[in-house]
């Protein structure tokens, strides 16, 4: 693994050369250095004083105790001292916020990456039916989008260098976006205690020159990924779905059947029985096929069967990828 | 009020283990409890060494990964359920709450013996547990937790009695403060501990069912394959965290409110001077323990929450950081013209303020998202809350053992030997803690038992900051020995201070005081010719 996590230089260096290995890094370094400061102010400001008052108070002669003045409050200070903090607090929220929000926006035309977490290692499948083990190759300068899950225990999926980070949990889709300005290796490790191996369990992301990783997603087999399924994820879900008779009941496009049709289903607002609206992404599609029962869309049956004992979850991936591409 | 009573014998005199094991006096269970804390935060200590020695070299060089992985459970889980949250309530509070609003006993003294045993049956099963230790953090997080073969359910059940006891003294306290306190004590007048105290006790009776009940789902789970939390059979792994955080929360106020008390008490004694704002220490304490209960979910940002749920739990966050800063400006105006003195106690008061500053002001970096997503789980978040949690609580704890100790044994300590396990103390942890905020923010997730060469440096800074840190608590549990067999008597009142435990002698009888008190007056007079009326 060692290899994989060639040094980069300290984190630290890169904050205060304000060079993060992404733009998005940048922007959460921008948020830690303004809470820095601001907690810098307040710690000198209290401690000062504190060591101020502790030195210049200090009993001179021990028969001076009882000449101290009965100060017991102010309500103008008290009052400042509650709304500064107060207003301070909601800044830092603020900002916090704006940029979490930001870097989790959808950006269109991202490279789709899934990746699966197992006890004790990453296992990767591009869109194009590649695979790979704790090695993901990204272009540099494209948005990236990766798809997570996890098939035993939840595990993380952190990558120091770009300051992202997010669970990967059994029964459920997670998506980590991120957008890779220079090229390199960066390790990827895992940060939610998975068991005996938790500490080994890492990956190398890479980022590769968008001419090299054009040449790389092209004749793959070289170097790198181990490439031998060569069907592509949504080419292998169509053939799924053709086999497992959803069509019987599903229609790509044309007259409703039994259940709505599929044409622009990834990411339509579905209405639910029950009046609420959810986003068709990629964890409904899949809880759609596992857990039917779970969000009726209005005005059907709740007929469907449950997929979770037939189909495996690599081919209910490969489902929901291809239900992806029905444009 | 003043003077040595002359009616009553010693609380310690009486003798043999039976006047302990059936003892009803609140002063003994109160030692009791200290004793059997104590005793787990040594060997969660031992625990914690062991990492730091395992953490020297970045491969596995002198145990497994799996031991590793169990030792990191049992300190968190003994050091936070055997040490922390009973040592300063159960312990300091049950000697101290009676005394401080003048009664002999608490509510239900029966009631209160039967708390320590059942903490005791529920430490025994945790150490029965370690037939097959357990390897899922403290946190218990599901599925692991469901699916490894540790000793699960028997550790959750030890932890279940633990919190049964720790209801049971709440409600007493709640009770106590309600119902006996001396003629006279308003609520204006307690002491600021009674207060913390009271604020603590709140929480405890609300929040500990709730993990009570997780743990029984997690041992259903285990025991007959009731899958609340397995999604291969329908259950929601991170329902548990909901569930474990909605207790979890809360209860870091239930471990730092008590300490804050204490603080409370320490600084007017020492620096002569009224406590300031009484009223906004009283009842932030109270805003504390209510905002304490809405932001469980600060742990949970990556965990695939919706982003709006993370930004509504983020905002509410910032705002428990409020009242605590208000705590901390009024000890910081306390001193202000005061009349200063440093012994052992007021050190650790003092210590308490600036390293719980350095523990609060990295809170927002962990509240707010963006940082909070780079940070989470690396040990930015171990150093955070150690700051917090020894830094505060363990050093308010401290500051309560040294204050308290001629009133518990009728000792005095030998002040020189205290300072320097305070001056060890303050440099080790210092050594070890601060570091971690540089590994954490460089990367390095948490409870790794091996880690990327890159990170070695700021290991061997942490490690051997922790033996500087072990001496120097060796050297103060060496002088409080060595204070409870040859240290000079104590006077009834050495601090001069004026609430009402130090109006009796030290040690105390058996009755806490020969007559009633009738309370005139707040306990913070200090400085003045004669107490205000408040
Ligand atoms: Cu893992």
């Known amino acids: 693994m060692e290899g994989a996590c060639r040094e980069k230089g300290s984190v630290m260096g890169k904050v205060f050369a304000l060079g993060a290995a992404s733009g998005q890094a940048a922007q959460v370094d921008a948020v830690f250095l303004m809470i820095l400061v601001i907690g810098i102010f307040f710690f000198l400001l209290t401690q000062g004083l504190l060591i101020y008052f502790a030195v210049k108070y200090r009993r001179r002669s021990p028969d001076r105790d009882n000449e101290t003045p009965r100060i017991t409050e102010n309500r103008v200070l008290e009052f400042f001292w509650i709304l500064i903090p107060s207003i301070v607090v909601v800044v830092i929220f603020y900002y916090g916020w704006r940029v979490y929000t930001n870097l989790h926006e959808p950006e269109a035309g991202a490279v789709e990456v899934y990746v699966n977490g197992r006890q004790w290692l990453y296992e990767i499948k591009y869109p194009d039916g590649r695979t790979a083990i704790n090695e993901i190759r990204v272009p540099a300068g494209k948005p990236v989008k990766f798809i997570l899950s996890a098939s035993d225990v939840i595990h993380g999926f952190y990558f120091p260098d770009f300051r992202g980070k997010m669970d990967m949990i059994p029964g459920r889709t997670t998506v980590l976006r991120l957008q890779p300005d220079r090229p390199g290796r960066y390790p990827i490790f895992c940060t939610v205690y998975c068991g005996t191996g938790h500490s080994n369990m890492m990956a190398r992301l890479i980022v590769m020159p968008p001419a090299e990783y054009a040449e790389w997603a092209a004749h793959g087999e070289k170097e790198g990924g181990e490439g031998k399924e060569h069907e592509p994820l949504a080419v292998r879900g169509e053939r799924i779905v053709k086999n497992a008779g959803c069509l019987n009941c599903h229609n790509i496009e044309g007259p409703v059947k039994v259940g709505p049709d599929w044409k622009g289903v990834y990411g339509r607002k579905v209405l639910l029985e029950g009046g609420k609206t959810v986003t068709a992404d990629e964890d409904y599609l899949r809880e759609s096929i596992v857990d039917p029962g779970a969000k009726i869309v209005k005005g059907f049956p709740n007929v469907m069967p449950t997929y979770k004992t037939t189909l495996p979850k690599d081919d209910i991936d490969a489902v929901v990828a291809y239900l992806k591409t029905l444009k | ?534």
């Open chain 2, 1 to 534: 009020m003043n003077g040595e009573p002359e009616t009553g014998r010693g609380y310690l005199e009486e003798r043999g283990w039976r006047s302990w094991a059936y003892t009803m006096d609140h002063k003994r269970i109160g030692v009791m409890y200290l004793c059997t804390t104590i005793a787990f935060f040594f060997i969660g200590g031992i625990f914690a060494l062991l990492l730091r020695l395992e953490l020297l070299s970045p491969q596995a060089k002198y145990f497994s990964d799996h031991a590793y992985n169990v030792f990191f459970t049992l300190h968190g889980a003994m050091m936070i359920f055997l040490f922390i949250i009973p040592a300063i309530p159960s312990g300091l509070g049950n000697f101290f709450i009676p005394m401080h609003i003048g009664a002999r006993d608490v509510a239900f003294p029966r009631l209160n013996l039967a708390s320590y045993w059942i903490f005791v049956a529920g430490f025994l099963v945790v150490i029965a547990s370690l037939v097959s230790p357990m390897d899922t953090g403290w946190t218990f997080y599901t599925p692991y937790s469901a699916k490894t073969g540790a000793a699960v359910a028997t550790l959750s059940f030890g932890i279940f009695l633990i919190g049964m006891s720790s209801i049971l003294t709440g409600l007493n306290f709640i009770v106590t403060i309600h119902m006996m306190r001396a003629p006279g004590m308003t609520w204006h007048r307690m002491p600021l501990f009674l207060w913390g105290m009271y604020a603590t006790s709140i929480i405890q009776v609300i929040a500990t069912p709730v993990v009570g009940v997780t743990f029984l789902l997690l041992a259903m789970e285990r025991i007959f394959g009731v899958a609340f939390f397995d999604p291969s059979k329908g259950g929601d792994p991170v329902l548990f965290q909901h569930f474990f955080w909605f207790y979890s929360h809360p209860v870091v106020y239930v471990m730092i409110l008590p300490a804050m008390g204490i603080i409370s008490e320490v600084i007017p004694v020492f620096s002569r001077k009224p406590i300031f704002g009484y009223k906004a220490i009283a009842y932030s304490s109270l805003a504390i323990a209510f905002l304490g209960f809405l932001v469980w979910g600060h742990h949970m940002f990556t965990s695939g929450m919706s982003p709006l749920a993370n930004a509504f739990f983020s905002f509410l966050t910032f705002f428990v950081a409020v009242p605590t800063a208000v705590k901390v400006f009024n000890w910081i105006a306390t001193l202000y013209k005061g009349s200063i003195t440093f012994e052992a106690p007021m050190l650790y008061a003092l210590t308490f303020i600036f390293l719980f500053a350095v523990g609060g002001l990295t809170g927002p970096f962990l509240g707010a998202l963006a940082t909070d997503v780079q940070l989470h789980d690396t040990y930015f978040v171990v150093a955070h809350f150690h700051y917090t949690m020894m830094g505060g609580t363990v050093m308010g704890f401290f500051a309560g053992l040294h204050y308290w100790f001629p009133k518990m044994t009728g000792k005095m300590l030998n002040e020189k030997v205290a300072r320097i396990a305070w001056a060890l103390v303050f440099l080790g942890f210092n050594v070890t803690f601060f570091t971690m905020f540089i590994t954490g923010f460089e990367g390095m997730p948490r409870r790794y038992a091996e880690y990327l060469p890159r990170y070695h440096v700021e290991n061997v800074i942490s490690s051997i900051g922790s033996a500087i840190l072990a001496v120097g608590i060796l050297v103060m549990f060496w002088n409080f020995l060595q204070g409870i067999r040859k240290g000079p008597p104590a006077p009834g009142n050495p601090w001069r201070a004026l609430t009402l435990e130090w109006q009796t002698s030290s040690p105390p009888i058996t009755e806490n005081f020969p007559e009633i008190p009738v309370v005139t007056d707040w306990p913070y007079g200090y400085g003045e010719p004669k107490g205000r009326t408040a």
